[in-house]
């Protein structure tokens, strides 16, 4: 009878039914904006990555293949994109799994390329392109997580040099990684804090209400 008077008085129910949505079956992805930005910057790396795939594909020892590495980088770029938006992405073993493939990409110019152009170069995905997955991870995992992607990054770069050469003077590539993950990491995690404190403020909302009534 109670919950037949709440739900005749409308504005009780109207309150709970918001508290319920925002605990809902399918609670909102706080990182959402995030997501959609990163995408926006996938494609621009990727336009990027296929101005520099044109430019230096003739120089390649291997260039047939440098094309078949790109169509490999694009349709995954593709599926990572389509996961993020669409939300089956945001989980830790497909960020791990595009780590992996930047890693496993960036390192292959060494199959492609010869050993002077290596040297001379950065590797054929361009290190834009490979930021992708500093800033996936920073989304997901957090300021951490995002620099420790930014420096495994830069792991693979020196792998494929054969050397670590760190001149911040002239090449600021490693501050810009390690940057990138914390800023965006830091932003993934204050949008999910605010988020958390809007879902208790709602819940005390409802409970106070529900208990002026009942009183």
């Known amino acids: 009878h109670q919950r037949c008077g709440v739900l005749s008085t409308g504005e009780p129910a109207t309150r709970l039914d918001e508290s319920v949505s925002l605990q809902g079956d399918v609670a909102p992805d706080p990182a959402a904006p995030l997501w959609r930005a990163a995408q926006v910057f996938r494609l621009l790396s990727c336009l990027y990555a296929l101005g520099f795939q044109v430019t230096i594909n003739p120089h390649l020892e291997h260039p047939v293949a440098g094309w078949l590495l790109f169509a490999v ?4 770029s593709a599926a990572c994109a389509v996961g993020y938006l669409q939300g089956f992405g945001r989980r830790p073993a497909w960020v791990v799994a595009e780590i992996a493939v930047v890693a496993a ?3 292959s110019t060494e199959f492609i390329a010869s050993e002077q152009w290596v040297l001379d170069n950065q ?4 290190t834009l392109w490979a930021t992708n997955a500093t800033i ?3 989304i997901l995992f957090g300021p951490i997580g995002g620099m420790l992607t930014g420096a495994l990054v ?3 770069s020196a792998a494929l040099k054969g050397y670590v050469h760190i001149d911040l003077g002239r090449n600021a590539t490693v501050v810009v990684e390690l940057v990138v993950g914390l800023a965006v990491g830091l ?3 204050t949008a999910r804090r605010a988020h958390a404190e809007l879902e208790q403020a709602a819940r005390l909302s409802a409970s106070l209400e529900e208990r002026e009534r009942l009183s």
């Open 73 to 76: 980088l694009i349709g995954w």
């Open 105 to 107: 990409l960036m390192l």
């Open 123 to 126: 590797s054929w995905p361009t």
């Open 136 to 138: 996936s991870a920073a």
């Open 154 to 156: 830069m792991a693979a």
């Open 187 to 189: 932003a993934a995690q």
